[in-house]
């Protein structure tokens, strides 16, 4: 078979651990799953209602134009409709724009580590990657800039950044993105965007005004609780838009999805609500970190990246085995941590006791 050559060493996207595998390998009955950045809350009552009501033909395509969602979420974000692409989950609009701009001699920039996607369809496309390395946990965006050149096709910046949770401030980004040559895309991902809650964080769609060559991305996967359905959006000017179009595929979001994000976006009361516990819940983790002497990243997302000093992956397994599933940070360029998930009150309490009971073993067998 004719394979790209880059394709024969690289991976497909390990998801985490689902909550039967465990369940059924451990032999629990009950499991937490704090591993995938998924809402605790669910989603808005209002988006369960028109799916359990939903009477669309299930032979009839979707609406290619995605019209339901396309003119209210224009209307929120005070865009164009023809500045808005919907993909399948934001993931395929990653996907799409590495199609359209990499190549074998073009090359990307990101900070690392990241969202792994970027790099993923970097490889795919046989495009060079330049991977900056984080500094504490954020973008060094002075690094970025020393590595675009002529052949720069895509700057990534992921923020707030998954793994880390950090955030770029908005003097910081406006100093960046002037600077940006003018034909190199500059891809802002917000897949956590209305978690945040910093004075300091910029307005991405307000940046677009000032800035022909950004494309913002946002999804429903995260605050409003739909990952099971994928639907993501990118924002830009129209004329990057239409330029992506034709890498779509047709009928892409289905209708169930389209109709779903619909009514979640009209529910803000519902996004208010769960970025507040979430705030609440950062809280948790910050004062367990603070009494165990542990640090962890400073978070404007829904998880926290803690440092327990060991092995990563031997906290995720003592966690594992106690029926609370996280992401060891081995598999997220930080091998002595792990990612927790921001869960509902009782879900944080109950893991933090759990490494709690963890950090008093391991103290014991430091003493023996």
């Given at each position: 078979?004719?394979?790209?050559?880059?394709?024969?060493?690289?991976?497909?996207?390990q998801p985490g651990k689902s909550t039967d595998?465990?369940?059924?390998?451990?032999?629990?009955?009950?499991?937490?799953?704090?591993?995938?950045?998924?809402?605790?809350?669910?989603?808005?009552?209002?988006?369960?209602?028109?799916?359990?009501?939903?009477?669309?033909?299930?032979?009839?395509?979707?609406?290619?134009?995605?019209?339901?969602?396309?003119?209210?979420?224009?209307?929120?974000?005070?865009?164009?409709?023809?500045?808005?692409?919907f993909g399948n989950g934001s993931d395929e609009i990653i996907l799409m724009i590495s199609?359209?701009?990499?190549?074998?001699?073009?090359?990307?920039?990101?900070?690392?580590?990241?969202?792994?996607?970027?790099?993923?369809?970097?490889?795919?496309?046989?495009?060079?990657?330049?991977?900056?390395?984080?500094?504490?946990?954020?973008?060094?965006?002075?690094?970025?800039?020393?590595?675009?050149?002529?052949?720069?096709?895509?700057?990534?910046?992921?923020?707030?950044?998954?793994?880390?949770?950090?955030?770029?401030?908005?003097?910081?980004?406006?100093?960046?993105?002037?600077?940006?040559?003018?034909?190199?895309?500059?891809?802002?991902?917000?897949?956590?965007?209305?978690?945040?809650?910093?004075?300091?964080?910029?307005?991405?769609?307000?940046?677009?005004?000032?800035?022909?060559?950004?494309?913002?991305?946002?999804?429903?996967?995260?605050?409003?609780?739909?990952?099971?359905?994928?639907?993501?959006?990118?924002?830009?000017?129209?004329?990057?838009?239409?330029?992506?179009?034709?890498?779509?595929?047709?009928?892409?979001?289905?209708?169930?999805?389209?109709?779903?994000?619909?009514?979640?976006?009209?529910?803000?009361?519902?996004?208010?609500?769960?970025?507040?516990?979430?705030?609440?819940?950062?809280?948790?983790?910050?004062?367990?970190?603070?009494?165990?002497?542990?640090?962890?990243?400073?978070?404007?997302?829904?998880?926290?990246?803690?440092?327990?000093?060991?092995?990563?992956?031997?906290?995720?397994?003592?966690?594992?085995?106690?029926?609370?599933?996280?992401?060891?940070?081995?598999?997220?360029?930080?091998?002595?941590?792990?990612?927790?998930?921001?869960?509902?009150?009782?879900?944080?309490?109950?893991?933090?006791?759990?490494?709690?009971?963890?950090?008093?073993?391991?103290?014991?067998?430091?003493?023996?």
């Open positions: 078979m004719k394979w790209k050559k880059q394709l024969l060493h690289l991976t497909a996207y595998a465990v369940k059924k390998e451990y032999g629990l009955s009950d499991i937490v799953k704090l591993a995938s950045n998924e809402n605790p809350f669910g989603c808005s009552k209002k988006a369960k209602k028109i799916l359990e009501s939903m009477t669309e033909s299930l032979a009839i395509y979707p609406d290619g134009y995605a019209s339901n969602l396309r003119f209210p979420l224009a209307q929120s974000l005070k865009v164009n409709p023809d500045q808005l692409i199609r359209a701009m990499l190549e074998q001699g073009k090359n990307t920039v990101m900070p690392a580590p990241t969202f792994p996607q970027y790099r993923h369809n970097a490889v795919v496309e046989g495009a060079e990657i330049r991977e900056v390395p984080l500094v504490d946990g954020e973008h060094d965006l002075n690094k970025m800039l020393q590595a675009i050149d002529h052949e720069t096709a895509i700057v990534w910046l992921c923020s707030p950044n998954n793994p880390t949770g950090t955030y770029i401030t908005k003097e910081d980004i406006l100093s960046f993105l002037r600077k940006v040559p003018s034909d190199v895309l500059v891809v802002l991902d917000e897949a956590y965007y209305e978690y945040v809650v910093a004075n300091d964080y910029y307005d991405a769609i307000d940046l677009l005004n000032e800035f022909s060559n950004l494309i913002v991305l946002r999804t429903f996967s995260k605050i409003y609780g739909l990952a099971s359905l994928r639907v993501g959006y990118g924002v830009a000017s129209s004329e990057i838009i239409r330029a992506l179009e034709p890498i779509r595929e047709p009928f892409n979001v289905n209708t169930a999805a389209l109709l779903a994000a619909e009514k979640a976006l009209e529910d803000q009361e519902f996004v208010r609500y769960c970025r507040e516990e979430n705030r609440k819940g950062l809280e948790q983790f910050y004062q367990f970190c603070e009494k165990n002497s542990l640090t962890c990243m400073p978070s404007q997302t829904n998880f926290v990246l803690i440092d327990f000093n060991t092995d990563g992956n031997e906290v995720f397994q003592y966690l594992l085995e106690k029926g609370y599933i996280v992401r060891s940070g081995q598999a997220l360029g930080f091998p002595t941590s792990v990612r927790v998930t921001v869960g509902s009150q009782s879900q944080n309490e109950g893991i933090i006791k759990i490494m709690t009971e963890f950090l008093n073993e391991k103290a014991v067998v430091l003493k023996a």
